[in-house]
Each structure stands twice: as C-alpha cells, then as structure tokens.
C-alpha cells in the first residue's frame, strides 16, 4: 500500500470499488430472483388448490315435493321407531325414486330416452339415506307430502361445476346423455341448486362412489382431538425438559450425548416414529388402534425434539446479565429461571411449539402406520372418553381420497388441503397473538 | 470531589468485614488468582485497581460467590465475611449474596418496572410482610441511590427504559434493597458519561455510612476519588494493598508505582 500514489478525485470511480459494486449489485438481484421465485411457486400452488378446491364447499342439490306414503314407510302403522328402523335405505331409495320420476312429469320435463333407472340414478345413494334419517327423527312427517332438497350424484354435480361436459359424459358410463339433458332442464326450472354444504365440514366420509357425500367432519375432530393432545402431553415435557438441560444439568458427557441425541431425532424420518408408535403404543402397551389418543402420542414423539431444540435455543439467547442480576440478588437458581429467564423466553419457546405443531398437523405417514388410515365413518365420541375412539385425520383423509378413482375427489381432496390450510393459519395466528402478548410486556 | 484532597483523607480504623487468606483462582488451568490476602474493612469503601485481565473482578466474584456459576472456576483458600467461611459446605450460596449484594458493569435491570426491579429482592427474602412496607423499602432505596426524584411519578414504567446511569442507580437500588452488608461493585460506572458516573460516585460515597463497598474499577482517578483503601492486582497477583492516599502518593511496589504512573496496564 506504501507505494500506491495518492487517488484521484473522489468523484471518478476506482477499478475495484467498481467491481466490488457491481458483485453487490449481483448479489441483491439474486436474493430478488430468489424471492420472486418463491412467491410465484407459492402463488401457483394456492392457485391450483383453490381453483380446484373451492367448489367442494358448494354441493348441488334437486329441490322437489315428495309424499311420504304410509303403506311403504309404516306399513303396520302405530309410528313405531323399532319397526320404523326396518325399512332400509333400499325402501326410501325406491320412494324418492319414483317421488322424482313424478316430480319431473309434473314440472312439464320430458327428456326422450330418459329411462326411470335413469331419473333413480340421477340422485345420490345419501339422498335416501338423508331422507331416511329425517323421517327417523320426525315420524309425524310420514303420509305428509314434504319438499326435500335432494343430493344429487357426484357427476351431475360435476356438470353444474363445469368439471364434467358432454363430451366426457360419452365415454362415461355412469352417466347418460339424458341424465346431463335432464340436469339443463331441471336448472332451467330453477330446481337444481348449487349452494353452500355445510355437511363438506361437518359430514362423514363417504364411500368411493358417493364423492357428493364425502365431509372432513371425522378428520377435522380427529385432527383437533390431536393437536389437543399434542399441546398437553409435548409443550410441557419439551419444555420441562429443556429447562432442566440448559439451566439446571451439570455440563458432562452424557448430557452432550443426550444433547446430540435430541439434535439426531429432529432429524428422524417421520414414519419411524410410526413404527416406534405401532410396536410400543399398540403392541405392546396395547392401546386401541386408530385412535387420536395413539396418534397424538407419536406426533408428540415427534414434535418433542423440535420443541426441546426451540425451547434450549431461546433460554440460550436470554442475556446471562439476567441471570447475574437476579443471582445477585440473591435469586436462587430456579426463582431465577422461572421469575426472569423463562419470561423472557416464552417468545421464543411459542414459535419452536407452533412450528412442531405445525408439522404434527400436516403429518401422514406415522398416522398411516397406527391405523388411522382406516375408513371411519362414525364421529369419535366427546373428550376424554372420545380420544381412545377410531378418528381420521386431515393429511391422512386427503391421502386417502386422492387414492380414489372418481375425478370428484379431486375437488374433495383440494377442499380440504383448503380447511388443512385454514387449520394452519388459525394456529400461526393463535402463536404470533401470544408472542405479541408476551413480547409485549415490556 | 477533588482529587487532591485524597492524601487528607481520614480512615476510621474499623474492623475486618471480609478477610481472604491465601485465595487461589483456576480457570480450568490457568490460574486467575494466585495467593491473594486482603482484609476488608467495614464501613469502608475499598477500590481493586488493575490492568486488564489482572483477575481484580474474579476476586471480587469470589467474596458473593457468583464464580459458582462457572463450571470451571475452581476457588481455594479461605475467605470469610464477619468470621465464618463462605465456602463452608453449610453455607448457601443464594443466602450469601442476600447479606454481599453486587452491581455490575453494564447496568442490568430486569426487563419489569422499576418498582418491581427494587422490590424483587426483598419480596423474595421474605423481608415485608405488607404491601405498604414494600412501597416504603423501594422508596428508601431509590432515594438511597438518588434516583426517586427521577422515577418516583413512573414506578410502573420498565426499568430498561431508563437512561444508563439511571439504569446503573436501580440496578445499586436494587442491590441494597436487600439490606446487604457488603456492597460489591464491578466496574459500575464503565458503560456511563461522565454526569451519570460523577451521581454514582457521590452515590457510592454516601452508601459507605452503612455498607461495605469494594468496587472494582479501570480509572485510578475514580479510584482515588472514591475509595478510603485501594489494592493493586496485576498478573492475578496482589501487589499492594493500603490506604488510598499510601498508594498513589508513596507506593512501595515499583509495579504500582508504573501503573499509577501510565507505564503498564
């Protein structure tokens, strides 16, 4: 440097500042590049889902009067539930049946070819079902003539979405030319209906050939029982736990071992922690399969490392003059820890928490190995007895009808990656409100 | 206060609060401390001088016992506060640092109010049975450290909201809130201008009626200004050990004398 004669101006540009400017210039473009990739992939990933997805809120239905005749429903009369029960779905399916076949005549609909097996199939299976559950329920209805707004089949659905046209009708052979002429004609009289479903949310799974039926109502309990579950049996463990390696054990070999073991479980494919939960949970300690119970203690298996390292990460960042203030004091160690350092912590320990939780949520695999795979069709009971109940799950319910072979799980599966996303926002907001709250403070 | 005056400056003869007999240090294996005897005088404000590195705040660290905290600080000898061994087995080290409160170099108040910040220690001591008695205590001791008239109409705001050498006078607030009987100081006025660290000075002067201050400090002018016996550490030795006026008017070891005259440190 002792030979470099002095600069010139300082408005002329060296050789090297330019260079150095120009590798800056580099840099910020490729961090913009970076984070405009990212945003698009993102935007094009909820554009899919939500184009897909959000029709499954909205379901058709066919809105006619039909006569619950007493000689087909009650047949011995006297409105007694036990004989009521009798008559299955099988009977209702014929009544609604031949109620629509009437219903269509009279609205002046006549479709040239229509066979009645046509107009029967032109409304789903749950119709009657439907049907049948309301007659259970209000005996009195039965001999009245009652206007029942009718599911219809999941392709007629497909159609007034636009998804099924006649072309893909031609080769279909679950639908018919007619069915999709009677389904323009019908939304001509202003009798079909595209409206909100709530049964999407609430509802059971339904089987592979009733996609109109299908609800989130099982995964979405299943779900909520679990995180549930989660929160209790690994936010306190995964904190109690780190509390005890960073403030209080001595520093020696077995607690780096342990150290190091927690860091390699973060790591740990999921679908071990399912097998670990089949073998020991189920084989072992015996606990009922598929049950939100089992599968919350594996996710919180899971979700404990990410918890502990979160948890240890944000105790380390607390300034040690904290800890030497309050030990000055005269604090003992756990005053100290609990009055001062956790406080300042729980920021920190919220965000490690919302990310295991985060993650136990969307999870599949480990759920998979325990059974909850399973077609659940009934609702898991009320806490805490409902915990030990067969529930489904929301990654697992989407898995299991992105398996299915009618296109209209593919709109059912989106629409609840939807309320899965929903899920998600709600628990994120939950966590940054807290934070804010406790962040707050001071 | 005038630093001329230090050589006229009177000492009570008081009796030992702390002594230290043949303490040794160990970093792991490097030695911090090596031999050091002191005796402490109550009532008395006692400056350790040193270069850095020279171990003056590891031993201060040792007379409270906050070394603890460090796994491989390992401390020998006997040092002992009104007779009884600190590092006796039976002591307890959080009882301890009740009765040798301590301030340190960047001032640290909890991130509460400054009224929570006095009142922690005595409320964890057990030392106020009523709430009025609280109020009373966090009064004293902010007066005390000439900080009321500052925060008394904002007791409910945090205490990191405070200028520097506020936060410095809460932070000695909150350490004679606890009624100690020593006052340890390392390096107080280190991170403040030269107002605040001028308030804390006058601060430490008038503690000196009812505590025993030893404060550890780089400036030999604040040294002088504000302690009545000052020892000289360098290289984790004590070199010299005596009245303030002794030391920097006639020092004996001629390693004092170029410290004091800017030739080491």
């Known amino acids: 440097m002792t030979d470099t004669p002095k600069s010139g101006s300082i408005f002329t540009q060296t050789g090297l500042m330019a260079k150095r400017n120009a590798s800056e210039k580099r840099f910020r473009f490729y961090g913009l590049v970076a984070v405009v990739a990212s945003l698009m992939m993102l935007a094009f990933i909820l554009f899919t889902i939500f184009s897909a997805g959000l029709s499954s809120f909205r379901q058709t239905t066919v809105t006619f009067s039909l006569e619950l005749t007493e000689a087909k429903l009650d047949p011995k009369g006297g409105r007694d539930p036990a004989k009521l029960a009798k008559v299955t779905t099988v009977g209702y399916n014929k009544l609604i049946g031949t109620g629509f076949a009437a219903a269509i005549k009279e609205h002046g609909i006549e479709i040239e070819g229509l066979t009645d097996k046509d107009a029967a199939g032109f409304l789903s299976d749950e119709a009657a079902a439907n049907l049948r559950d309301r007659v259970l329920a209000d005996p009195t209805l039965i001999g009245q003539t009652v206007e029942i707004n009718a599911l219809v089949m999941g392709r007629i659905d497909g159609f007034m979405k636009g998804r099924v046209t006649a072309e893909s009708a031609a080769n279909d052979s679950n639908i018919s030319a007619e069915q999709l002429a009677l389904a323009k004609a019908l939304d001509d009289k202003g009798l079909l209906h595209l409206s909100f479903n709530p049964a999407f949310i609430t509802g059971t799974d339904a089987s592979d050939t009733r996609p109109e039926a299908a609800g989130l109502g099982v995964a979405i309990l299943g779900s909520a029982y679990m995180m549930l579950l989660v929160i209790v049996l690994a936010l306190p463990v995964g904190v109690a736990a780190s509390i005890y390696l960073e403030e209080f054990a001595p520093k020696n070999k077995l607690t780096d071992l342990i150290e190091v073991n927690i860091s390699n479980l973060a790591a740990v494919p999921s679908i071990v922690f399912g097998i670990l939960g089949l073998a020991i949970f189920i084989n072992f300690a015996g606990l009922p399969q598929s049950s939100s119970l089992v599968g919350a203690l594996v996710l919180s298996l899971m979700t404990l490392p990410t918890i502990i390292i979160a948890t240890r990460a944000s105790l380390k960042a607390v300034p040690p003059s904290i800890r030497d203030a309050a030990l000055g004091v005269g604090a003992s160690k756990m005053q100290t820890t609990f009055h001062h350092v956790l406080p300042l912590a729980i920021p920190g320990i919220l965000t490690g928490a919302i990310i295991g939780l985060a993650r136990a949520l969307g999870e599949t695999a480990p759920l998979l190995l325990i059974g909850m795979v399973a077609f659940v069709r009934e609702y898991p009971g009320a806490p805490p007895a409902g915990f030990s109940d067969p529930a489904s799950a929301l990654p697992v319910q989407i898995y299991q009808w992105t398996q299915r072979s009618d296109p209209a799980f593919v709109e059912r599966a989106s629409g609840a990656i939807i309320v899965l996303l929903v899920f998600l926002l709600v628990m994120n907001t939950t966590a940054i409100l807290l934070r804010r709250r406790f962040e707050r403070r001071w | ?265």
Request: glycine letters at 8%.
């Open chain 2, 1 to 265: 206060m005038n630093d001329m005056r230090i050589v006229e400056r009177l000492v009570e003869t008081q009796g030992n609060k702390i002594s230290a007999r043949a303490v040794q240090v160990h970093y792991g294996t490097s030695h911090a401390i090596k031999d050091v005897d002191v005796d402490i005088l109550d009532k008395t404000v006692t400056a350790f001088i040193g270069p850095s590195g020279c171990g003056k705040s590891t031993f201060l660290r040792c007379l409270n016992r906050m070394n603890d905290t460090i796994a491989a600080c390992k401390v020998t000898g006997k040092i002992t506060l009104d007779g009884e061994d600190i590092y006796d087995a039976r002591v307890d080290p959080v009882q301890l640092r009740a009765k040798v409160g301590m301030v340190f170099q960047k001032p640290n108040p909890f991130p509460k109010s400054i009224y929570d910040n006095v009142a922690y220690g005595p409320k964890i001591h057990g030392l106020t049975r009523s709430k009025a008695e609280l109020d009373e205590i966090v009064e004293s001791c902010l007066r005390k450290a000439a900080l009321w008239n500052e925060v008394k109409d904002r007791l409910t705001a945090p205490g990191t909201g405070l200028s520097g050498g506020q936060q410095q006078r809460l932070c000695i607030a909150r350490a004679i809130a606890t009624s100690p009987e020593v006052l340890l100081m390392d390096e107080p006025c280190s991170a403040l201008d030269p107002i605040a660290t001028a308030q804390v000075e006058e601060l430490i002067d008038e503690l000196r009626d009812q505590f025993s201050v030893v404060i550890v400090t780089h400036s030999m002018q604040q040294a002088a200004r504000v302690s009545q016996r000052t020892a000289f550490f360098h290289l984790g030795n004590l070199v010299e050990y005596g009245e303030t006026g002794q030391i920097f008017t006639n020092p004996r070891d001629p390693r004092t004398e170029s410290y004091i005259s800017g030739r080491i440190g």
